[in-house]
């Protein structure tokens, strides 16, 4: 109950109370009041009409005038009886009449009795004693008095108690008013949300928890917002290089073998080195600031070209002092080859620009991924900047393996024509892998989607995807997946499913339109969804990610971030994201039991989102001492192929 309640609830008692006590004592003030005069008028009447009588009485002669004088005082109706006895104590008139009190109820007359007093005279002729005459006053007229002056002060009463109560409750309202900031305020930290302080009352006692409330909204913000900073402090450190701002060559390692290795293996993706030339020569002719500009707007180029194709999953870093290097995932081969021309191209500017005095900048090799080992790989990069570097200024050299087959030789075109089949004639497969919580308990099943050509060959996720992304089909695969997904949540109300959505489709209204319509249509499956986004690509569309959320939460939905910590963003926005989890990026939990620096982040992670009320999901564990690691650093899930792995579960066709 509500203290505004809790205080209505305890004026209206006291109303209540103070009403009772007041008719009460005003009832029973007024009955002895009323006794009084009752006594008093009855002993009057008996003495006046003694007086009167007394002169009458012994003669036979008068009996009829004294009759019809008692009757007139009796038939007034203010007495209840009259009697007229000899000093014998015979009866010489009685007359007797029984109470009668209109519309007075019995249980005021039994809470308020009213005694009858007698009035009692001598009659005497002469010096003689003639009789004595008793009249008792009738309280039917009391009673109707008493009632009337007690409903008089109930009226009265109810009147200024309700006038009161009504003043009383505006009073309230504004007194309160501190206390609902208040309150809005808890709530806004548990969303974390951190408002702005709430506007002090005059009410000294409000006023000092209205301040105290603040500080601490205040204090849980710079808590919050230190510890994000010193967690992304630690990471810059251990995977960032600090004059570029590019990562460097551990994050580099690190990533590009988790991408290789994940649970969904890289399919297609380029591999991107260059090398700037002279830099020793300018070291010692211009000194080491000149160097350091011109890595930094080195460093500029890179991100550049990689913002200006943002539809790409692609990272670059600093591999060593003159030596960066662009990992691109999914992407195809005419595409890599086009934006390696383009870095090439543009290199030519930092000496137009005055940053080298060598016209001769640098040079690029690049590698397509075809399966080969990681080592394999960078050995076909390196030969291939070598051969640039034979080429002449600027160059970039393309690595060119054996020709490509199967689905990596289709061309842009050819891929279109491939999806649009297998969408059209439904060959989707929806596989999944189970998320456990740390009792082993099943939290949801992670859904994954993939494809088969008309052979019946299956498409790899890598290399389907960024072709989806590329002809504008990626909205069309999560409807297919959606679809089928809610059409098996309504057959078992004990499944729970989480879908990874692209970025891409949340940002198109209509698309949102139509997930709210399904969900609308059956309300009780957004308890068993759950909505997952990569994090580096969210990140770039919050408020579209915020406005999905809005949108969806209503149905009970879940939503989280996948390959958290993947990128380099800010903690802080996870403050007023409303996502129910984090899924860690996989390269955290590999070799975690050995790898310190994974442990310190890891343990950083589930600090910052337990205080966000987060849950932590560690992804890709695949032993038994990363789980052990990851459990007594207190993370919520886990999923890997070391806890379940990824198995078929529904096909278009049998839905």
Not at 56 to 61: E, S, T
Not at 157 to 184: Q, W
Request: include cysteine.
């Amino acid at each position: 109950m509500t203290l505004l309640k809790q205080l209505i609830l305890l004026i209206v008692a006291l109303f209540i109370f103070l009403f009772a006590g007041t008719v009460y004592l005003n009832a029973e003030n007024s009955r002895a009041f009323i006794s009084e005069q009752l006594a008093t008028i009855a002993q009057d009447a008996a003495t006046s009409l003694g007086m009167q009588l007394s002169p009458l009485i012994l003669d036979k002669n008068n009996q009829v005038f004294v009759e019809r004088t008692v009757d007139a005082v009796f038939d007034s109706g203010y007495y209840r009886s009259i009697q007229i006895h000899d000093m014998e104590g015979r009866s010489l008139i009685a007359k007797q009449a029984g109470t009668q009190v209109n519309n007075v109820p019995d249980w005021f007359i039994r809470l308020f009795p009213i005694e009858t007093p007698v009035g009692e005279a001598l009659m005497t002729t002469g010096w003689q004693q003639a009789g004595v005459v008793k009249i008792a006053a009738n309280p039917g007229i009391a009673y109707a008095s008493l009632w009337a002056s007690s409903m008089n002060a109930l009226y009265w009463f109810l009147g200024a108690s309700l006038l009161t109560l009504c003043v009383g409750l505006l009073v309230l309202h504004y007194v309160l008013r501190p206390l609902r900031d208040v309150e809005m305020q808890a709530l806004a930290i548990c969303n974390r949300e951190y408002p702005d302080p709430a506007k002090l009352p005059w009410t000294l006692d409000l006023r000092s928890v209205v301040q105290a409330m603040n500080r601490m909204t205040q204090k849980v913000k710079e808590m919050f917002a230190e510890q994000a900073a010193s967690i992304e402090r630690m990471r810059a450190e251990a995977y960032l290089d600090t004059l570029t701002g590019l990562a460097n060559r551990r994050y580099f390692d690190l990533h590009v073998k988790q991408l290789m290795e994940a649970d969904e293996p890289l399919a297609r993706g380029a591999l991107l080195f260059l090398e700037i030339s002279h830099l020793k020569e300018i070291n010692d002719q211009k000194g080491f600031r000149v160097v350091d500009q011109l890595l930094v707007e080195t460093g500029a180029l890179i991100k550049t070209l990689l913002l200006e194709h943002a539809d790409s999953e692609a990272f670059a870093a600093r591999m060593s002092g003159n030596t960066f290097a662009v990992f691109m995932a999914g992407v195809e081969q005419e595409k890599a080859r086009q934006m390696g021309n383009t870095l090439a191209h543009r290199l030519s500017t930092l000496f137009e620009r005055g940053l080298t005095p060598y016209s001769d900048v640098g040079h690029l090799g690049m590698a397509m991924f075809h399966g080969q080992k990681i080592n394999k790989w960078l050995s076909e990069v390196d030969l291939a900047l070598r051969t640039a570097q034979g080429e002449g200024p600027n160059a970039m050299h393309f690595f060119a393996p054996e020709e490509l087959a199967g689905h990596g030789a289709l061309s842009a075109s050819q891929w279109k024509a491939v999806l649009l089949e297998a969408l059209n004639a439904q060959r989707v497969e929806l596989y999944t892998q189970l998320v456990q919580d740390c009792d082993a308990q099943l939290i949801h099943r992670e859904v994954f989607l993939r494809l088969r050509d008309e052979s019946g060959e299956q498409i790899p996720a890598g290399l389907f995807v960024p072709m989806a992304k590329r002809h504008g089909l990626i909205q069309e695969f999560d409807r297919v997946v959606i679809d089928l997904c809610l059409k098996e949540l309504a057959k078992d109300a004990d499944l729970h499913l989480a879908i990874n959505l692209f970025p891409a489709s949340i940002s198109h209204p209509e698309f949102v339109a139509w997930i709210r319509q399904k969900l609308a249509a059956q309300p009780a499956l957004g308890q068993q969804l759950c909505f997952e986004l990569p994090e580096t690509e969210a990140v770039n569309q919050l408020d579209d990610l915020h406005a999905f959320i809005d949108e969806l939460a209503v149905f009970g939905v879940k939503f989280g971030l996948d390959n958290f910590g993947r990128g380099f963003s800010s903690f802080s926005y996870l403050s007023a994201l409303r996502v129910q989890y984090l899924k860690v990026d996989g390269s955290f939990s590999k070799d975690v039991d050995q790898n310190r620096e994974h442990q310190f982040f890891m343990d950083a992670m589930v600090k910052i989102a337990h205080g966000l009320d987060l849950q932590v999901i560690a992804k890709s564990v695949e032993t038994k001492a990363e789980q052990e690691t990851l459990l007594s650093l207190r993370v919520d899930g886990l999923q890997g192929f070391g806890i379940a792995g990824t198995e078929l579960w529904k096909t278009a066709p049998s839905l």
